[in-house]
Every structure is written in structure tokens, then in C-alpha cells.
């Protein structure tokens, strides 16, 4: 019901315009409306033939300076030109001017003084190729660029990883993440330089891991300095772990000749997390387990803590079970 209500409405409504246009109480009007679009079309078509005059905005884009260049002064981004053609052409000009950037090679205005002037009128003929031959160009603004050139030192810096590292479950991290190259060479002016001891990738979250994953990442970057490379690799080794555990023996650390140090109990359970790759290669001799005898002799009678003095560097979440034990002293 809704829909054919709706439908009644439109035929009546577009009923009641058709004969509004159409009678002669309104002629008058769309006469005018059509002679005002023809007046229109001849203006145009007028205007399309009559040279005149327009300024056009070209963007300008820099050629890639050498990693121990920097720019101290203000670029830039476009020229305002002023240009003479038919009407019809200059409005293509405006279409097409984002296709036609004005492209300045800086290093080879460079002077031994690190002072550059670019008078832009040089670049008259490049920005002519994007006008018919009849065209002209009366004004570019503006007309000169001053270029400040610094040359920068160098150093090598180490590169620190700035990520968050999660894991799928029952998945761990075989190994520390590497980075290559480990260091970049950083361009800057000697003030920034003197005080930078690292550079940073940028802050990145790596969720749900449960492979080795290698990415390449940018670096943050400082201003006034460049690096090379602007990217690194960074390799993070990912398997899927089991758990292990040995009996391992209590040995005795700091002891003097003379003397056996008895400890009870004299095993102790060490549980941990390794990688699949690494189970079949992980015995009880990689593990150490002591009790500091010099400890002993000052808290005498005291429950004595046992501290896990050797361990893989591929193994985590190290447990041991118990972590104190009773000690007896035997002079031989």
C-alpha cells in the first residue's frame, strides 16, 4: 500500500511540473533559459578563442642530494607562471600542470661558498615544453631561489629495535632478534652528531607469531640527519617450545681447601621451556646449580638459597624446585 501511494505521489507531482513547463504562462521562461545557455555556448566559444592571459602554479620537485648535503633554506613547492594563449588552451594548461612538474637539480647550483642563487628564468625553455609553441611565458615568481648548502660528517651508529614482540600460544623466541645491518652510517652537522649514541627503527608491533619472521623497517628519523640504509632487517627466530626438566646436581662455590659441603637434598629439579630444535641437544651437565659457601659461614643455621649459576641461552622460564637447602659442613 505504502509503495503504490508513494508511486501516485510521484505521477502526480511530475504531472504538475510537465504542465507547468509546458504552458504559456511559462514559456516565456524557458525561452529566456534557452536563450541565456545559448548566449552562454557563443561566450565561450568566444572566449576559447581569444588570447588572454592566466598564472598557472607548477609543483617542483628536487633531484636526491648526496647523503652529506643537507638544505638549510626554506624549498619551494611550486611557480607561479604567468602565461599568454588562446583561452581554450589555457584551460588545458590547469588540467594538465600537476604532469608537468618543474624538476631543479640543487647540487648544481652549489658553490664553493655553500651559497646557491637559481634564477628560475633559466628554466623558461623546460617550462615551455609544456605549452604549445604559441604560447608565452611573461612572468615566473618567484623569479630566484637562495640555497643554503652544509655538508655533513659521518659516523657509524648502532641501531636499536623499538618493537613489541607477541607470540602465539606455545610458541617462544629462539633467539635474540637481529638486526642487519647493525649499524647505519648517519649523516649530520657535528652538534647532532656529537651526541647521538643510537638510532631507532620505528615503534612496530609484531602480534601472533608462530614462525620466524623477517621484516624490513624504517628508521626513526632526527631531524637534520640522514641515514644509509634508511631501512633495516630485522630477523626474529620463532618456534614452537616443550618442557623439559633434570635432576641437577648442588655443587659448592667459594670453598676452601679442606673442607666437603654436604647439601640436602643434593639434586635439585631445574624445569624450563625450549625450542623442538634445541630438545635432543640440552643435557644436565649445560646446568649449574650452587650454594656460595662465604654466604654459608655468614648466616650459619640459615636455609640456604640455591642459585642457578650456569644455563643455556636458548632455554626459558627456568624453574627450580627447591630453591633453598640444608647444608652440612665436614672438615677433612
Known amino acids: 500500500m505504502k509503495e503504490?501511494?508513494?508511486?501516485?505521489?510521484?505521477?502526480?507531482?511530475?504531472?504538475?511540473?510537465?504542465?507547468?513547463?509546458?504552458?504559456?504562462?511559462?514559456?516565456?521562461?524557458?525561452?529566456?533559459?534557452?536563450?541565456?545557455?545559448?548566449?552562454?555556448?557563443?561566450?565561450?566559444?568566444?572566449?576559447?578563442?581569444?588570447?588572454?592571459?592566466?598564472?598557472?602554479?607548477?609543483?617542483?620537485?628536487?633531484?636526491?642530494?648526496?647523503?652529506?648535503?643537507?638544505?638549510?633554506?626554506?624549498?619551494?613547492?611550486?611557480?607561479?607562471?604567468?602565461?599568454r594563449d588562446k583561452g581554450m588552451h589555457l584551460y588545458g594548461y590547469h588540467f594538465q600542470r600537476k604532469s608537468h612538474p618543474l624538476e631543479i637539480d640543487l647540487m648544481s647550483w652549489k658553490t664553493p661558498e655553500g651559497v646557491g642563487r637559481i634564477p628560475l628564468s633559466r628554466y623558461e625553455n623546460v617550462l615551455s615544453q609544456a605549452l604549445r609553441p604559441e604560447a608565452q611565458i611573461l612572468r615566473i615568481q618567484p623569479d630566484s631561489l637562495r640555497v643554503y648548502y652544509v655538508e655533513k660528517e659521518s659516523r657509524d651508529v648502532p641501531v636499536r629495535l623499538n618493537a613489541a614482540i607477541d607470540l602465539a600460544p606455545q610458541y617462544m623466541q629462539a633467539g635474540q632478534a637481529v638486526l642487519s645491518p647493525p649499524t647505519v652510517k648517519v649523516f649530520a652537522p657535528h652538534a647532532i652528531l656529537d651526541t647521538l649514541q643510537r638510532v631507532e627503527t620505528v615503534a612496530t608491533v609484531f602480534k601472533?607469531?608462530?614462525?620466524?619472521?623477517?621484516?624490513?623497517?624504517?628508521?626513526?628519523?632526527?631531524?637534520?640527519?640522514?641515514?644509509?640504509?634508511?631501512?633495516?632487517?630485522?630477523?626474529?627466530?620463532?618456534?614452537?617450545?616443550?618442557?623439559?626438566?633434570?635432576?641437577?646436581?648442588?655443587?659448592?662455590?667459594?670453598?676452601?681447601?679442606?673442607?666437603?659441603?654436604?647439601?640436602?637434598?643434593?639434586?635439585?629439579?631445574?624445569?624450563?621451556?625450549?625450542?623442538?630444535?634445541?630438545?635432543?641437544?640440552?643435557?644436565?651437565?649445560?646446568?649449574?646449580?650452587?650454594?656460595?659457601?662465604?654466604?654459608?659461614?655468614?648466616?650459619?643455621?640459615?636455609?640456604?638459597?640455591?642459585?642457578?649459576?650456569?644455563?643455556?641461552?636458548?632455554?626459558?622460564?627456568?624453574?627450580i624446585s627447591p630453591q633453598q637447602a640444608d647444608c652440612l659442613i665436614e672438615i677433612n
Do not use: C
Not at 279 to 293: H, K, M, R, V
Open 208 to 319: 601472533g607469531l608462530n614462525d620466524t619472521t623477517t621484516a624490513m623497517l624504517q628508521l626513526k628519523s632526527i631531524d637534520g640527519a640522514r641515514f644509509s640504509p634508511q631501512q633495516v632487517e630485522v630477523f626474529i627466530p620463532v618456534e614452537a617450545y616443550t618442557e623439559a626438566s633434570f635432576e641437577v646436581p648442588v655443587v659448592a662455590r667459594n670453598l676452601p681447601a679442606g673442607i666437603t659441603l654436604r647439601t640436602f637434598p643434593a639434586r635439585v629439579k631445574v624445569s624450563f621451556l625450549v625450542g623442538i630444535s634445541q630438545y635432543a641437544a640440552i643435557s644436565a651437565d649445560d646446568f649449574e646449580l650452587s650454594i656460595d659457601y662465604e654466604r654459608l659461614t655468614e648466616h650459619p643455621g640459615e636455609l640456604q638459597p640455591i642459585v642457578l649459576s650456569r644455563v643455556p641461552s636458548h632455554i626459558s622460564r627456568i624453574r
Open 4 to 83: 503504490n501511494s508513494f508511486w501516485k505521489r510521484a505521477w502526480h507531482y511530475s504531472g504538475k511540473t510537465l504542465r507547468f513547463l509546458l504552458s504559456a504562462k511559462r514559456s516565456e521562461i524557458l525561452t529566456f533559459l534557452l536563450f541565456l545557455f545559448i548566449a552562454t555556448l557563443f561566450w565561450f566559444l568566444e572566449n576559447s578563442q581569444t588570447v588572454n592571459e592566466t598564472v598557472i602554479s607548477y609543483p617542483v620537485k628536487y633531484r636526491d642530494l648526496p647523503e652529506s648535503v643537507t638544505i638549510t633554506s626554506e624549498l619551494i613547492q611550486s611557480v607561479q607562471v604567468t602565461v
